[in-house]
């Protein structure tokens, strides 16, 4: 018997033991045992979760703080559900999913993960340079290539040790669990600092956590007053508002539970050794490893973020003095953000006047007609300027103080990127053996682990632009990816041929699929608003297309000839 596998019958005993003793017992077993929910947690608490975040109480306030909520929750059901088909059956989904219920399915599954998780790693690396050249080593800028060059070596090196298994599997695992332990930690003593100061609305915060749907449609209310000081142009500055509000959206639904995650939660279970005994186990590691991390760490973003930026104009751009009467001096970037939307604005009102211009003449033009817009339009674009990590950092200063905000804000980021890079490298190497029918270990696996690597060219394709907000439209894809997975294992944990005794029955049941039906109606939601929002017909084509195919391929197993060997009973 091999050292893993008395481990995981030793880790059974114990489980056994703990559930005939019951209470306290159990559950200190499974705090003990706990482990694949903190690999989740690594990669939801990740860059795009904590830009989500930021954008989030930036654009929202307060009055977003449930959605990650409801992501989470029911990204918990999900994950849970496909848990408890791993567990029960002790196979891996991919053939379940292409022997039981659709070939087309299981493939777009697999296909979709990996375009996520190149996608998804593009922002990681943009913001982890951005986090060293804008907080921790401002003498490096202009250094992205050597940057990023250490990240991805370091990365790889990381997830080297994943696939080595043993003491470097509990060395990832606990380093793992330290970092998110920091990142919590780190934001959590923000919000206490605030409300100790007297500095947060508190009735304002618990009215944020009830779900509004109308925010997918309308401006969050504190920006009433500001839109009415624009007159007949509100509505050009309220829809504005609400398309940067539905991505952010979007972008904290989709960074909650990502369809790569639901590729590696399986896989990493099985990975341990993991059989039925553990059914229990996976869904408190979810809960306590996962959702209760990530809960605590986002909402206390989101509420640094809204103290610090919410409805407040960026410094500098309109003309504000300091505490030493001096003019201050807006930031270059995020200048050319809201000159760029005086110019739609300008555009809105005037379009005979810049009709046929383009480049610098269209800027030159839309410039002479600055002064006739109404303060109430330049107030509300100095709003809406997008923050990047050398402005988001301030979101810790009520804690630190400025100068230890851009250290522990950077050394934060760059964790949180770091972290993900390597869960995305990793969830690649499963998805690459999966795919071809390699062992999920050795030589192919690491090869199939450094397909996100491609990655590192996210700060030059996302060159000149706010690093942070790259994990905005990546997220949005994701988003679209989303309800693959939920529909597939939806019908997987109804399948009687997979489950066998174990599906569920009775009261179990109805609740599985009445919480994974509202899951896979969200998801679906968000993903059609993505799609439409971002392609157009184009995008509603393509899932047309998808759904036909996977009809076909269900039509043509059902109708075809039973093989002489399995119709003999």
């Not at 904290?252 to 990502?258: D, F, N």
């Not at 199939?448 to 690597?453: F, R, S, Y």
Request: net charge neutral; charged share 15%; hydrophobic share 50%.
């Amino acid at each position: 018997m091999s050292a893993e596998t008395s481990g995981v019958e030793r880790e059974r005993t114990m489980l056994l033991d703990a559930e005939a003793k019951g209470g306290g017992a159990k559950l200190s077993v499974w705090v003990k045992l706990s482990g694949p929910g903190w690999l989740q947690s690594a990669i939801t608490l990740g860059g795009g979760s904590l830009a989500g975040s930021l954008f989030l109480g930036m654009v929202g306030g307060y009055s977003l703080l449930w959605l990650q909520v409801m992501a989470m929750v029911f990204g918990v059901v999900m994950l849970g559900a496909i848990g408890y088909v791993a567990l029960s059956t002790g196979e891996r989904p991919f053939g379940l999913i292409n022997k039981h219920v659709n070939p087309v399915l299981g493939w777009a599954w697999a296909l979709a993960t990996l375009a996520a998780n190149i996608v998804w790693c593009l922002p990681q690396f943009s913001l982890a340079n951005a986090a060293v050249q804008q907080n921790l080593a401002p003498s490096l800028e202009g250094q992205t290539a050597l940057i990023c060059g250490v990240i991805l070596c370091i990365a790889i090196g990381i997830t080297m040790i994943y696939d080595s298994g043993g003491k470097g599997l509990k060395i990832y695992e606990n380093s793992l669990r330290v970092l998110v332990a920091l990142i919590v930690l780190s934001f959590f003593g923000v919000v206490i600092k605030l409300m100790t100061s007297g500095q947060l609305e508190i009735g304002a915060i618990f009215g944020g956590l009830i779900p509004d749907l109308s925010l997918m449609s309308k401006p969050a209310p504190t920006f009433n007053d500001a839109l009415a000081a624009t007159g007949e142009f509100s509505s050009f500055w309220s829809n504005r508002i609400v398309s940067m509000q539905r991505d952010i959206m979007i972008t904290a639904v989709a960074t909650a539970v990502g369809i790569n995650m639901t590729f590696l939660f399986p896989y990493s279970l099985l990975k341990k050794g993991w059989d039925r005994a553990f059914r229990g186990l996976s869904l408190f590691d979810l809960s306590t490893g996962m959702a209760i991390p990530f809960l605590v760490a986002t909402g206390c973003v989101v509420i640094a973020s809204a103290n610090s930026f919410h409805a407040q104009p960026a410094p500098g751009l309109l003309g504000e003095t300091g505490a030493d009467g001096q003019v201050v001096e807006a930031d270059k970037g995020q200048l050319g953000q809201y000159e760029g939307m005086l110019i739609d604005r300008v555009a809105a009102e005037y379009p005979g006047e810049l009709a046929g211009l383009e480049g610098d003449a269209r800027t030159s033009k839309a410039k002479e007609f600055f002064g006739k817009l109404s303060e109430g339009d330049k107030r509300i674009a100095a709003m809406l300027v997008k923050r990047d990590a050398k402005h988001l950092a301030k979101a810790l200063a009520p804690l630190t103080g400025t100068f230890v905000a851009n250290i522990v804000f950077g050394f934060g980021v760059l964790a949180m990127a770091l972290s993900t890079i390597t869960i995305l490298m990793l969830i690649s190497g499963f998805t690459f053996c999966e795919v071809f029918g390699f062992p999920q270990t050795g030589m192919y696996h690491r090869i199939g682990c450094l397909l996100p690597a491609i990655g590192v060219l996210g700060p030059f394709v996302w060159s000149g632009k706010v690093a942070f907000w790259l994990a905005v439209p990546t997220s949005v894809f994701g988003m679209a990816l989303l309800p693959i997975a939920y529909f597939t294992f939806f019908l997987l944990m109804n399948n009687k041929a997979v489950l066998g005794d174990d599906l569920p029955k009775g009261t179990s049941r109805i609740i599985w699929n009445v919480l994974m039906g509202i899951a896979c109606g969200l998801a679906t939601i968000g993903a059609g608003w993505s799609i439409w929002s971002k392609s157009g017909y184009y995008g509603v084509g393509g899932v047309a297309g998808l759904v036909l195919l996977a009809l076909f391929v269900h039509v043509k197993r059902s109708t075809a000839p039973v093989a002489a060997s399995e119709s003999v009973s």
